[in-house]
């Protein structure tokens, strides 16, 4: 069975700051990861997907992730925050033929002035 | 892009009755969509797997007979939540599979539904 597990259900940043969202990732077969983001009343949106070739995804927005297998982790970073980055954001994992995605548990994301 | 509508994005009913959501796939066909069920700060709970042409696979301890999925052509799937009571208040999102020559086969999310149960 695949899971994953986000670290912090919520975190705090400055405008201009690095964002960092931990994603731990658990999965008997390679896994394909996701982050999505949701803004309030919304459904998801991708922000970017690993699905086996470069470790380094980058995705919209100015977001990215590396996928490290060694620590089973695949955490979303943004150099530096935009107000508009505020909103929840979802990791997910599935197997090869994403027949079971799964999601973590949510992180929201807030923007300081 | 692959583009997923639901309708309706909002609905309001009293308890006892039974409502309808849609789940479109406009541009791409979907032999498999996915229901999923969001309460309010927590994560998206997978309710059920439905194939096109036969029965829905419903996740543990999710009522099928509560909530009744159809999934008739190959850019349709409705989920009925029949007899609804307050409890079934929720954010329902769905999501269709693109399976055209996508290694992954990726799946693309529904806007969401957000039913409330008087």
């Known amino acids: 069975a695949q899971s994953v597990t986000q670290l912090g259900s919520h975190v705090s940043v400055s405008e201009g700051a690095l964002v960092l969202l931990r994603c731990n990732y658990s999965?008997?077969?390679?896994?394909?990861l996701f982050w999505y983001v949701q803004y309030p009343n919304q459904g998801l949106q991708l922000l970017l997907k690993?699905?086996?070739?470069?470790?380094l995804v980058k995705g919209i927005n100015g977001f990215e992730a590396e996928f490290k297998k060694s620590e089973t982790s695949f955490h979303l970073t943004k150099p530096s925050a935009h107000m508009r980055d505020a909103a929840e954001y979802f990791c997910?994992?599935?197997?090869?033929?994403?027949?079971?995605?799964?999601f973590g548990a949510g992180t929201r994301l807030t923007v300081k002035p | 892009g692959a583009v997923v509508s639901q309708h309706p994005s909002r609905v309001i009913c009293k308890s006892g009755t039974s409502v309808k959501i849609e789940c479109r796939s406009l541009?791409?066909?979907?032999?498999?969509m996915f229901w999923y069920r969001q309460f309010p700060k927590k994560s998206l709970m997978l309710m059920a797997t439905s194939n096109e042409g036969s029965k829905a696979t419903y996740e543990q301890g999710v009522e099928k007979d509560k909530f009744l999925i159809n999934h008739a052509s190959l850019t349709l799937s409705t989920l009925t939540v029949t007899s609804a009571h307050p409890e079934d208040s929720s954010f329902y999102i769905c999501?269709?599979?693109?399976?055209?020559?996508?290694?992954?086969?990726?799946?693309?999310f529904g806007p969401g539904t957000r039913l409330t149960v008087l």
């Open positions: 690993y699905t086996s070739a470069a470790t």
């Open positions: 999965s008997s077969v390679p896994p394909y």
């Open positions: 997910a994992v599935s197997d090869l033929g994403n027949n079971d995605m799964r």
């Open positions: 541009d791409f066909q979907a032999t498999t």
């Open positions: 999501s269709a599979r693109d399976q055209r020559g996508n290694s992954y086969n990726e799946q693309f």
